[in-house]
């Protein structure tokens, strides 16, 4: 009898093992299909399954330590968003199997360094950054125009998501403009950003097990970032400096729904849900922020900025009508394209 339930524990412990190993060794992801398991479909799917492992070979680089060196050099004026990022990223990449895909929403005015970031994280993550096929960039307003059909954009990126979490887990998806979105369709994404690692999910009458959890989804928005402003100001009136603004000062926008008014998350089942991890705000830009990028302009095409080369470029940045004229309007958008024409009107007037 003891030698019985001796064997027997073996024998589990050494399932067991065979089971974890095989999960964490090889990343075969499993595949059960609850009908018809002879059909054409079934034997397609199971092909297209296995080449899972394959995008950690291929594309995968997942340097933190290089994504902090680009925030801490290029990111300006984003203390908070930077090191913000930096933390959660850091955390979903050292957990092997996190109890969900990493969500993130960036808020903020155009210009903030927004897009900036999500292409830092890129170029972090893929040894090919933003083209890279695992990453993925929708562009809410060109990929999902407000007068097409919502059911068909939700089918849409339903299966899009699905077919590429099949061919790597480990995909990023950024939706940009999610403020321009119809109000529901991200709401298809719920099964993916749910808690659960291996997730039976529907797909065209079938259910497959995929793996959701390995993921990161960033949104972009310009909702709330006239509350981000109206915040800045009120800590600023009340002696508070930009640098020394931290995460929870813009907590309460959360609960003031600022950052869910309108566009893709409207009434959002994610956002009731509790499927966003964090609300990243971004600050709006300042005069020495421009400046920054400015100079940056210069020096990535070999030039050096001096005070009369900035200010050819600050004439064409824009600033907030009092009591916000410290802010720009667009922060650091288009800076590369003015300096680009002003570095050009200049060496043809020498050649003149
Ligand atoms: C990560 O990036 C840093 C900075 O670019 C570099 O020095 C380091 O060698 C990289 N690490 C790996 C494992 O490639
Ligand atoms: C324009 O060209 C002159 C002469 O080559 C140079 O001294 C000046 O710094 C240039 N200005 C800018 C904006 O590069």
């Not at 994504?67 to 968003?81: D, S, T, V």
């Not at 990028?293 to 009369?308: G, K, L, Q, T």
């Not at 470029?313 to 958008?333: D, N, Q």
């Amino acid at each position: 009898m003891i030698v019985k339930t001796y064997l027997l524990t073996i024998l589990i412990l050494f399932i067991h093992q065979q089971e974890t190993s095989c999960f964490i060794n090889n990343f075969q992801p499993l595949l059960s299909i609850t009908y018809d398991t002879t059909s054409k479909l079934f034997l397609k799917l199971k092909s297209s399954f296995y080449h899972n492992d394959q995008c950690l070979i291929d594309d995968i680089k997942k340097n933190i330590t290089e994504l902090e060196l680009m925030i801490n050099k290029n990111l300006y004026g984003q203390h908070i968003a930077g090191s913000y990022v930096l933390a959660a990223i850091g955390s979903h990449l050292i957990d092997k199997n996190p109890s969900k895909p990493l969500t993130m929403i960036f808020h903020g005015k155009t210009g903030t360094g927004k897009n900036y970031l999500a292409t830092m994280i890129a170029n972090a993550y893929f040894k090919n950054g933003e083209d890279s096929k695992y990453y993925h960039f929708i562009n809410s307003r060109s990929d999902f125009p407000l007068d097409g059909s919502i059911d068909e954009y939700k089918k849409l990126l339903y299966d899009m998501v699905i077919e590429n979490l099949k061919t790597c887990p480990e995909s990023i998806f950024v939706f940009d403009e999610v403020d321009m979105m119809q109000p529901g369709v991200l709401d298809v994404l719920v099964p993916f950003l749910n808690y659960k690692r291996n997730k039976k999910i529907h797909h065209n009458g079938y259910f497959i097990d995929i793996i959701t959890n390995r993921a990161i989804y960033i949104f972009l928005t310009n909702t709330g970032s006239q509350e981000i402003i109206d915040t800045m100001i009120m800590l600023n009136n009340n002696g508070k400096k930009r640098n020394d603004m931290v995460l929870s000062d813009f907590e309460h926008l959360i609960s003031l729904g600022a950052f869910n008014e309108k566009g893709g998350f409207y009434k959002s089942d994610a956002i009731s849900a509790n499927l966003i991890d964090h609300y990243v705000p971004f600050l709006q830009l300042e005069y020495e922020h421009i400046k920054l990028c400015i100079e940056y302009a210069f020096n990535s095409r070999d030039a050096v900025a001096n005070d009369e080369s900035i200010q050819d470029v600050m004439a064409y940045v824009t600033f907030e009508e009092p009591p916000y004229h410290r802010f720009s309007k667009s922060g650091c958008k288009r800076i590369e394209q003015k300096t680009a024409t002003i570095l050009y009107k200049n060496r043809s007037k020498d050649e003149t």
